[in-house]
Structure formats: structure tokens, C-alpha cells
């Protein structure tokens, strides 16, 4: 998928998402497995250095993202989102079992339920270039409108006044 175009999907799918606001990284995710019906979880880990830092396995009913636990609050949210981009952009895993992993950061799956693992080492470098492009398009847009965007009315008829009268924001 060329740049243009993966910009274009990824701003539809957060624009489908409803996402406001300052960005919540976690209500993303819970959103997006709304949208999917699947769950994502967050999985907080001590990851091993040298290597990933973070990983996407996908069970039969659930998304499970793991993230570096080692690193600041801004790192993990980018990783975070590196992770989700491998979700949008749908990428298949290469077939590695890294059960070693998966294991200790989620014990309560068994070897069987995970389908693929996705991880920054174990596919190429355009689904690499998809997944970082697709946190930067969040990211960019996110440090704009948290800036910019005024905060959206608590009530429903409050809000459809201020969709009414106040300038388009959000994810053009």
C-alpha cells in the first residue's frame, strides 16, 4: 500500500472511531476492538533488551498488544500505537513461535490459541515503514487537535450545536 493511501485508511478508521480529543491511547484500542469485535488488551511487560519493544499477538477472540514496561510514558504510547498500525493495515506473521514471550507476559494462553505474533523483528521492513507510519499519522494528528480542538460538550444537544456551528476538526 503506497503512503497516500494507508493515510487515507488510517484517518478514515479514526474517523469512524469517534476518537476525541485529547488522545486516549487506551480508549483507541477499547474502540477499535469494539469496531473489530474482538477486544484488545494492553499488556505491560519488562521486554528483553536487545529486542522488540513491542508485540501484537492475536488470539481467536482476542488482540493482545504488549508493550515495553521499561521505557517513559511517551515511548509506550508510541509503541502502542506502532502495534495498532500492524492491526489497521491487517499484517500476517511470518509463523514464528516465540513462545518464550508470549509465556511470560501472558501466561493464560495456551500455545494453541495464538494464531500469529507480530513483533518489530520478524517481518519485513514495508510492514515496519506501515506500522511507524500509521503511529506518526496518530500522533501527528493527536499533538495538533489536543491542542486546537475545543472540548467536546458533555450533553448530546450541546454537542450537535457545537458540530453545527464550529470549524471541522478532526481526523480530515
Known amino acids: 500500500m503506497k503512503e497516500r493511501e494507508l493515510r487515507r485508511s488510517c484517518k478514515r478508521e479514526l ?36 529486542g522488540p519493544f513491542g508485540a501484537w499477538i492475536a488470539t481467536a477472540s482476542t488482540d493482545y498488544i504488549l ?49 500469529r505474533l507480530l513483533r518489530r523483528t520478524s517481518y519485513d521492513e514495508e510492514h515496519e515503514h506501515q506500522a511507524e507510519l500509521v503511529a506518526t499519522i496518530i500522533l501527528e494528528w493527536a499533538s495538533v487537535l489536543d491542542r486546537v480542538a475545543p472540548r467536546r460538550a458533555a450533553t448530546p444537544s450541546l454537542r ?9 476538526q478532526g481526523w480530515l
Open 160 to 168: 450537535r450545536v457545537q458540530t453545527a456551528l464550529g470549524d471541522r
Open 15 to 50: 474517523r469512524a472511531l469517534d476518537i476525541q480529543p485529547p488522545l486516549q491511547v487506551d480508549v483507541l484500542c477499547q474502540q477499535l476492538g469494539e469496531r473489530r469485535g474482538r477486544p484488545i488488551r494492553l499488556v505491560s511487560h519488562p521486554m528483553p533488551v536487545p
Open 67 to 115: 508493550y515495553q514496561q521499561e521505557t517513559t510514558a511517551s515511548h509506550q504510547r508510541h509503541i502502542i500505537l506502532h502495534e495498532v498500525g500492524h492491526i489497521l493495515a491487517d499484517h500476517q506473521s511470518d509463523g514464528i513461535d516465540d513462545a518464550a514471550l508470549w509465556n511470560g507476559a501472558v501466561p493464560d494462553l495456551s500455545a494453541g490459541s495464538v494464531k
